[in-house]
């Protein structure tokens, strides 16, 4: 039983952050510090439950997050850093900031948790949890920017394991497709076709809930995720042909996003014809 706990959740509206911390209210005494960027949208649950605004995209909604725990909690004693974004896109493009966003989200602020909640321990034991990404173990296309931030993560882990005290235990999860807002997100709203196989949020939050009492290091909460990924490690036609599924979504997708457009012109050529 993961109870009596202090324990900060990020990303806890919606989605996989919702579901965890579903979980982790059912359990007995623990206290949660719930994070998103709109913290309005966190409701029907007890006091035990402390929703929290900001933005963890930047430094100062970080600190802001850790001060804020500061004042509700002695001490953290479970970090889940869950918070993240994706785009699904052909990358095609020179945006500087666009691409910076979704690092900074997914890579930057993940990050800065890890030293953040390190010197917030200060030599007393805690967990720190990433929500990291079946897409941050095999990349697939149309999601080359955000498989870049959770390899990211991956690399950082497994560097940062064999640096860091023993008082701080660290897992990482990887969920494959989920049915979340992360697919009305991804596309802009546009109608995206998930990678499969798709799981519910819910499954995943009672994985990572299970994982983290038996103080798992790398959970995987979908059960046939890791003999796919074994079977395609040694039959690569295997993972040609599931790469070319998802090569046809993404030109499904960029084909809708340029009718769009020209719909978009159109529209814009028929009022010019009305106004004349
Ligand atoms: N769904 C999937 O298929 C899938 C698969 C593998 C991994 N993941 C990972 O799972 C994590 C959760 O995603 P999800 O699928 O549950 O998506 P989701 O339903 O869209 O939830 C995302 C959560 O993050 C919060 N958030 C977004 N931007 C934020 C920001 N700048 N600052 C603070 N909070 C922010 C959102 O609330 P606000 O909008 O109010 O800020 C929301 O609570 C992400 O790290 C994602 O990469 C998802």
Request: proline share 5%; net charge positive; charged share 25%.
């Amino acid at each position: 039983m993961v109870s009596h706990k202090n324990i900060v959740v990020t990303g806890a509206s919606s989605g996989i952050g919702k579901s965890i911390m579903d979980e982790l209210v059912a359990q007995e005494g623990n206290r949660i510090l719930a994070a998103c960027r709109r913290a309005d949208k966190i409701t029907g649950y007890g006091d035990n439950v402390i929703p929290f605004s900001c933005d963890l995209s930047t430094k100062e909604g970080v600190d802001a997050l850790f001060a804020r725990a500061g004042e509700v909690f002695d001490k953290i004693d479970i970090f889940f850093c869950n918070a993240g974004a994706p785009y699904y896109e052909r990358f095609d493009y020179e945006d500087w900031d666009r691409i910076s966003h979704i690092f900074d989200l997914n890579t930057v602020g993940h990050i800065y948790v890890y030293s953040k909640y390190l010197h917030h321990l200060d030599g007393r034991e805690g967990r720190l949890v990433y929500t990291i990404s079946a897409m941050g173990e095999m990349a697939l296309p149309g999601y080359a920017l955000y498989a870049a931030t959770k390899f990211a993560m991956k690399g950082f882990q497994q560097a940062i394991r064999d640096e860091t005290p023993k008082n701080l235990q660290i897992s990482c999860v990887y969920p494959v497709s989920t049915r979340t807002n992360f697919f009305n997100v991804g596309g802009g709203g546009r109608k995206m076709e998930p990678p499969f196989p798709v799981q519910a949020p819910e499954k995943v939050g009672k994985a990572v809930v299970k994982g983290i009492e038996k103080l798992k290091k790398h959970i995987y909460p979908c059960p046939v995720y890791l003999p796919s990924k074994y079977l395609m490690n040694i039959l690569p036609p295997v993972k040609s042909l599931y790469v070319q599924a998802q090569k046809g979504k993404l030109r499904r997708f960029v084909r809708r996003v340029e009718a769009e457009k020209e719909g978009v012109v159109e529209n814009i050529k028929l009022e010019r014809e009305i106004r004349k």
